[in-house]
Structure formats: C-alpha cells, structure tokens
C-alpha cells in the first residue's frame, strides 16, 4: 500500500523556524522526484518546492525562495522542507507528494499524495 506521511506541522511564532518531514513506503522512493504543496483556508492547493529522485532542485516557489529548501534522503524514504523565517502568510495544511515525472511543478504530475500536516505562523 502506498503511503505519504508528514510530520512536524505546529504552531509557530512570525520569524520562527520549522522542518517537514515526510515518510514515502509502499513505492521505489528513490525513482520518484518528490514534492511539496500547500492549500491555505480559502485557496487553491499551490506548488512550494521539489526535486529530483538524484536530488537536483525542481524549483521554488517565489513566495518561500530564500527561506525554504527541500531535501531528500533516499536511504531513509524521507523528504525534507526546512522552512526559515516563517511568516503568517505561509500559514497552510503541507502535502508532500510523488511524481513519476523527471521534473514538474504541476499538481496533476503527481501520483501519491499524504494527508498533510497543519503549519500555523502567528504574529
């Protein structure tokens, strides 16, 4: 059964730091490039950053470049998104999500989708 699952959503305050995680089982990890998206109340689902399956950078939203990174750890089915000086704008539920696509941005690219993970940035 495939399986996404993120971890280390929370509260926190404006300028503060938090990291992502998300654990891939039940598909070949390690052949899929990986990504994150997120939906804030009232908005589309939108793309914030992937990579590659050998760990080239997909892209960055430019709403969060500068201040996220994502990363990846194959031998741990693990996908990463640090996330730096968090504003309440990036206030969202997080996916993280798996595209037999060499390299995409778009949502219908992707194959398996988590359950996600609640951030929220207060002032």
């Known amino acids: 059964q495939v399986q996404l699952v993120e971890y280390g959503g929370g509260l926190v305050q404006a300028g503060g730091s938090l990291r992502l995680s998300c654990a891939g089982s039940?598909?070949?990890?390690?052949?899929?490039?990986m990504g994150w998206f997120r939906q804030a109340p009232g908005k589309e689902r939108e793309f914030v950053g992937a990579?590659?399956?050998?760990?080239?950078?997909?892209g960055i939203a430019d709403s969060v470049k500068g201040r996220f990174t994502v990363s990846r750890d194959n031998a741990k089915n693990t996908l990463y998104l640090q996330m730096n000086s968090l504003n309440p704008e990036d206030t969202a539920v997080y996916y993280c999500?798996?595209?037999?696509?060499?390299?995409?941005?778009?949502?219908?690219?992707?194959?398996?989708w988590g359950q996600g993970t609640q951030v929220t940035v207060s002032s």
């Open positions: 999500a798996a595209s037999r696509a060499v390299y995409s941005r778009l949502i219908d690219d992707y194959d398996y």
């Open positions: 990579i590659t399956w050998f760990g080239a950078n997909i």
């Open positions: 039940g598909f070949t990890f390690s052949s899929y490039a």
